[in-house]
């Protein structure tokens, strides 16, 4: 006897309309939109987003950068020092909350996650796509920020043949400040997340080196060391290097970009990991 080859089920489905092709399709296009309909409602409400991203770092600007400055409290350069430091914290900051609050509501109160875990896309993916979107405002909030620090301070310029590569890291920026925000968001109970949101988001804030440079602090070298564990240090530093390659001595780019995609790993597989856990509950 001769043995018989089982036919195959899908070989007279033409390429594109085989299952497994269908499938990966079907979720691709979920996952834009639901990314689209996110982007969506932000466009709806870009006033309460813009208020929301800007007054904080504005007053940064403002008191440090203009009145203790005007006030003789600071030195010449310290503004173009600053200016890079406030970019990059909003890019951090703004993903890192923009990932973590909405997670929290959608687990807790409102159930909205309910309906995305239902959508056909895979669990991760549906993590991933609050990452993509708290990435994706926290790189509009810091950009929004550069011509209104062009505004505010005076005697700072933003080099445009370096823009690109300092949008690289803005970018690599908010993507590790939403992956952080992911761990946050799916690990933090939703009674006790205003007391995480106090003890994290200032501590991430002051020892970021947004407000000095991180070989400034060698005379203070327990501080120095605290602010190397903050992956907030290695987008301000990166910017900085970036912008002022004549100015202080910045930690080296490539060092920035190794420490910030070692932040995105680990923090985005903590989080991730989290995100299941919860849907799962």
Known sequence: MTATTAPDPVAGFPEELRPERTGVRTATR???????????????????FLAQVLVEPLFILFVFGKV??????????????????????????VSLQNTA?????????????????LAPIPTTLVAV??????????????????????????????????????????????????????????????????????????????TGCTQFPWRALTDLRWFQV???????????????????????ASIPLWVDLTALSAAIVIFGTIGILGFLRRAQD
Not at 30 to 45: A, K, M, N, S
Not at 101 to 117: A, G, H, M, N, Y
Not at 145 to 158: E, H, K, R, T, Y
Request: charged share 10%; glycine share 10%.
């Open 129 to 206: 796509e609050k990452m993509v979107f708290g990435t994706l405002r926290g790189v509009i909030a810091s950009l929004v920020m550069i011509p209104i620090g062009l505004l505010v301070l005076d005697n700072v310029s933003w080099p445009m043949d370096t823009f690109l590569p300092t949008l690289g890291v803005l970018l690599m920026g908010a993507l590790a400040g939403s992956t952080v925000g992911l761990t946050i968001g799916t690990l933090a109970p939703a009674r006790h997340i205003s007391v995480v949101f106090a003890v994290t988001l200032t501590p991430l804030m002051f």
């Open 68 to 93: 203790l400055g005007d006030l003789g409290f600071t030195a010449g350069g310290f503004q173009q020092v600053l200016l890079p430091g406030v970019v990059a914290l909003n890019s951090f900051l």
């Open 101 to 117: 609050l909405p997670l929290v509501i959608d687990f807790s109160w409102t159930k909205e996650i309910e309906d995305r875990l």
């Open 30 to 48: 979920t996952f834009f939109f639901i990314l689209w309909r996110d982007t969506f409602v932000t466009g709806r409400e870009l006033g309460i």
């Open 226 to 248: 605290l602010c190397t564990l903050n992956p907030l240090t290695y987008v301000s530093e990166g910017i900085r290097d970036l912008m002022l390659p004549a100015g202080p």
